[in-house]
């Protein structure tokens, strides 16, 4: 192709232009996390304790935090393996007695439906759930090999180039938080969203709830939110006599769960 | 069958998969057949049992062929096969697992010491005897030493004794770790229970003592010779006491749940009268237990008429080792189909063709047989048995 001296200016311009604006669009998305975003080069991890709130009362039962932390993770879509989800419970009268129906269709990610007449039901609720990071995390005491640990700032982590895939911490977890990854052929769990936290983002649940019934934060930082949550409300855990000491505390936990 | 009708109420979105399959069931199904044919032999090596002694070089060799296979499942089911040996370079201690390799390689050294020592004359005698191939083969086992002086051969004796009395402990170490790997598991109530080693013991000794009873009128079937009735009705006789024992303890482990009925009663009910109701009601307890105990009670009070009793201890063998591998997948597989949210349940389907499947695990239980029948021709453990009827 020939091109005249004005058609080549013009053709460098119109470049010079759309690769200007191209710029200035990926930046504007870039900002918005890079506002808050450091690098993870600097992160000293003896300065933080991380630890999780979650509120059950505000939770929507939307899902997108399911949602969110499938696309953060690159957990498959297809599987029936989460890192955290959504359960909705139920509560009808069923005579004299009380009758609990819980549900988490894929994980709460597609929302949920109504398939108890509205009039019919007592009480109803959402409680998202999530690795509990505990202080004393039975899937660290049992992993032969060590693959599974602890970090210093208080995240359970899976060493995926050292798991042997045995399964064992699936067994262990009191929760259900541990899942296995067929691709990798080794145990998969929730990191709070390591490679975020460590910039100084939050988790991508956390961002992605619409109305903050997530809360992440430094237990070690007295001003943070989340300690100002855990000194004013009345706080649970899950599961307690299990003695795990978890760091996802809940507001307002039911006893129906578990 | 779509997922949705394998589970009855709620569980937790990730416990769809079950993840210990068949193989984790045949895993300490074959270490407790291993343990329960040493603890068979040593009642003669040990505890001096003259009538068992026709079969004691045999339950060794039948320990030796399932010991070697018992990695087998553990194996095939890793993630990670190649990283497994990990275990053993890098083992995290505080896990009940961890232990495996040490214990594992430990005892079957005692097994192999122990097997080397009792058949040690006659690997000399045949050094002595063949030419080529065989010659060198006998003079490689016997570790080209061929003192077997009558000083020599007292020797290997009360060494050999010495290291049952220690492998007494370590098979039931051995066999009592695997039930602990289970019990120490906080999160699954049907797991958690320090009675699980002892359970698994008990159980182990019962199946490995049916395996010899069985693998023993086989043998002398095939070989077309007389059975021993003393020994055979002195197993017959050891059986029955463990299995006493066994469901002993396997009735405590119930009847303190139902009795205590903390929050995890409603789902072991579930659990207990519809997932594992036929297996556990029916074949763990009525058929592995009850039919055999009421059955050797019966051989043991019948006078004379041999080959009836015969028919019945080898019936009662063939149903305490069906009994006991329905006692494996209740516990292994019974404790997977309980959610650990207490509110739901889900179902083990087993596949055929798969690394997982009932194939590789088929193939894993054929293959100890295969291996016992190579190790008598090398080390026949007949002389015993035939000396007796003699």
Known sequence: MELSRREFTKFGCKIIIGAAAGTTLIESIATIDAQEATSSKNYDWTKHYWGYIVDTSKCIGCGRCANACKLENHVPFDEPVYRTWVERYRITNEGREEKVTIDSPNGGIDGFTDDIPADEVKKAFYVPKICNHCENPPCVQVCPVGATYETEDGVVLVDYNYCIGCRYCIQGCPYGARYFNTEKGTADKCTWCYHRITKGLLPACVQACPVGARKFGDLKDPESEINKILDKERINVLKPDLGTKPKVYYVGLDREVR | ?390
């Open chain 2, 1 to 390: 069958m779509a997922i949705e009708n394998l589970i009855w109420g709620y569980i937790y979105p990730n416990e769809a998969e079950i993840q210990w399959s068949i193989l984790i069931v045949l895993y300490p199904y074959i270490t407790g057949l291993v343990a329960g044919a040493f603890i068979a032999s040593s009642l003669y090596h040990v505890f001096g049992k003259q009538e068992i002694k026709p079969v004691a070089r045999f339950a060794l060799l039948t320990a030796l062929a399932f010991l070697l296979v018992a990695t087998m499942p553990l194996l095939t089911h890793l993630g990670h096969p190649e990283r497994g040996i990990e275990i053993m370079f890098t083992p995290h201690l505080t896990s009940a697992m961890s232990g495996f390799g040490y214990i594992y390689s430990f005892y079957l050294i005692i097994v192999l010491l122990e097997i080397w020592l009792s058949f040690r004359e006659d690997i000399v005698k045949n050094a002595l005897k063949f030419k080529g191939w065989k010659k060198l083969m006998y003079s490689s086992l016997a570790l080209f030493s061929y003192d077997i002086s009558e000083k020599s051969l007292h020797d290997d004796e009360k060494f050999a004794r010495k290291l049952a009395i220690i492998g007494i402990p370590s098979a039931a170490f051995l066999h009592g770790y695997v039930g602990f790997i289970f019990g120490g598991i906080k999160a699954n109530p049907w797991w958690s229970t320090p009675l699980m080693p002892i359970i698994f013991l008990m159980s182990a000794i019962v199946s490995g003592i049916a395996l010899l009873i069985l693998l023993y009128l086989t043998a002398s079937w095939l070989r077309k010779k007389a059975i021993n009735y003393k020994t055979l009705f002195s197993l017959a006789h050891y059986l029955w006491i463990f299995l006493i024992l066994d469901v002993a303890l396997e009735m405590l482990e119930i009847i303190s749940m139902k009795y205590e009925s903390l929050e995890e009663i409603e789902i072991i009910d579930r659990l207990l009268s519809d997932k594992i109701a036929t297996t556990f009601y029916g074949v763990q307890l009525t058929l592995g237990i009850f039919v055999p105990f009421v059955l050797l009670i019966l051989v043991m009070v019948m006078k004379n008429r041999e080959k009836l009793k015969t028919l019945m201890v080898a019936v009662s063998a063939i149903l305490v080792v069906i009994g006991v591998f329905a006692m494996r997948w209740n516990v292994v597989i019974g404790g997977q189909e309980i959610s650990k949210s207490l509110s739901g349940t889900m179902t083990y389907v087993p596949v055929f063709f798969s690394q997982e499947g009932v194939l590789p695990a088929m193939i894993i239980l054929i293959l100890p047989f295969i291996i016992l029948t190579v190790l008598t021709f090398i080390l026949p453990p007949w002389k015993d048995m035939d000396a007796e009827m003699e």
